[in-house]
Nanobody, 124 residues
Framework: VQLQASGGGPVQTGDSLRLSCAAS??????????MGWFRQAPGKAREFVAV????????TYSDSAKGRFTISRDITKNTVYLQMNNLRPEDTAVYYCAAGTGVPNTWYGSYGYWGQGTQVTVSS
């Protein structure tokens, strides 16, 4: 599975962004893959943001993402999205999408495939 993340950029506090993660190389249809978004700020560990089950669409969010971020998938496009609203400076990080079948699906070690990351910078 190859993953291509896009959609990041510089924004201001309160703005919105939608990140996309296009999967290729292997069909995800009827798969057991979870598709996750993680982020990593300079000097900090990689942090879980959100995950969606590709097959059933169930979702889990980090506490910081709940109520502001929405993860979704488009099966026809083999793409996962992360809609981020009301962005804050503390959301500044490189955002990575990942695909995996391990547990727990909130842990980066459960994912075997990673995109290249897209930078999100939120200024106050």
């Amino acid at each position: 599975v190859q993953l291509q993340a896009s959609g990041g950029g510089p924004v201001q506090t309160g703005d919105s962004l939608r990140l996309s993660c296009a999967a290729s190389g292997r069909t995800l249809s009827n798969s057991r893959y979870d598709m996750g978004w993680f982020r990593q700020a300079p000097g900090k560990a990689r942090e879980f943001v959100a995950v969606i089950s590709w097959s059933v669409g169930s979702t889990t969010y980090s506490d910081s993402a709940k109520g502001r971020f929405t993860i979704s998938r488009d099966i026809t496009k083999n793409t996962v999205y992360l809609q981020m609203n009301n962005l804050r400076p503390e959301d500044t990080a490189v955002y990575y999408c990942a695909a995996g079948t391990g547990v727990p699906n909130t842990w980066y070690g459960s994912y075997g495939y990673w995109g290249q990351g897209t930078q999100v910078t939120v200024s106050s």
